[in-house]
């Protein structure tokens, strides 16, 4: 594997005393990645014991890749263990709103929803044949209920010392209390483009990059895991921040 270290911002952010952290953005379905990284964490875990670790999950679980059922089973299993925070992806909040609006359905088959269907055993779907209504109906009788369940209780980000973990971004100009969830979820260009330092050092997915991408104000750790086989595990503790 792989290790990227960052160029450290000026002011380096700071984790309290005690605390690792361990972070994964974008699995999108790909839970022959997931698990080889969460064996990654426990080996850490048990290697170096740190009082306080947590996992945190940055939205963007489903769609994509091969297996959406398998990622959300491995997730509600860990979410047991009592030390994760699962934040909301774009994905999770467009599923929701294609199951209250079906005239959303072909969009959501264009990123990447068709795969999410066939991994819970539903065929294709064929528009020509088959009406949204009734392919949405049969998935949400066929998904589990934790699984809508855990779909409805993610978070929209979570602060922990210096850090601010996100799935997309935020708004430059506003105040993190204030940012709204459609930027929390679907912000580009304009955080991508700021080096505006937002009171937090934000940590991030959502817009794909080869590698861990640190900078003095962000770093994103979305290396396109259903495309490039690459999911990104990222630790910090105290002011060290490594991506594997």
């Given at each position: ?44 875990v ?19 890749g ?9 997730l509600?299993e ?13 994905h ?12 959303l ?8 929803g ?23 109906r ?13 779909l ?18 935020v ?13 929390l ?5 304009e ?40 999911l ?13």
């Amino acid at each position: 594997m792989s290790r990227t270290r960052p160029r450290l911002p000026v002011h380096k952010p700071q984790l309290p005393e005690g605390v690792r952290i361990y972070a994964i953005s974008d699995i999108h379905g790909c839970a022959h990645l997931l698990q080889p990284m969460l064996r990654v964490i426990d080996a850490d875990v048990a290697r170096s014991r740190p009082p306080y670790a947590i996992e945190i999950f940055m939205g963007d679980y489903i769609d994509r890749g091969p297996d959406t059922r398998a990622t959300l089973d491995i997730l509600i299993e860990r979410s047991r263990r009592g030390n994760a925070v699962f934040l909301k992806g774009n994905h999770e909040a467009f599923l929701v709103k294609v199951f209250e609006d079906p005239s959303l359905f072909e969009d959501w088959l264009r990123v990447g929803g068709a795969q999410t269907l066939m991994s819970y055993g539903l065929a294709p779907p064929d528009l020509t044949r088959d009406e949204p209504e009734t392919i949405l109906r049969n998935l949400m009788r066929v998904m589990p209920m934790e699984h809508l369940q855990f779909l409805d209780n993610l978070r929209l980000s979570f602060t922990c010392g210096d850090f601010f973990f996100v799935h997309a971004g935020v708004r430059p100009g506003v105040p993190l209390a204030e940012q709204r969830e459609r930027d929390l979820l679907w912000i580009r260009d304009e955080f991508l483009r700021s080096d505006e330092r937002f009171g937090k050092y934000i940590v991030h997915g959502h817009t794909p990059v080869r590698n861990a991408e640190f900078l003095e104000n962000r770093v994103n750790i979305d290396t396109g895991a259903y495309a490039t086989g690459n999911l990104t595990l990222m630790s910090i503790q105290g002011s060290r921040m490594l991506a594997v």
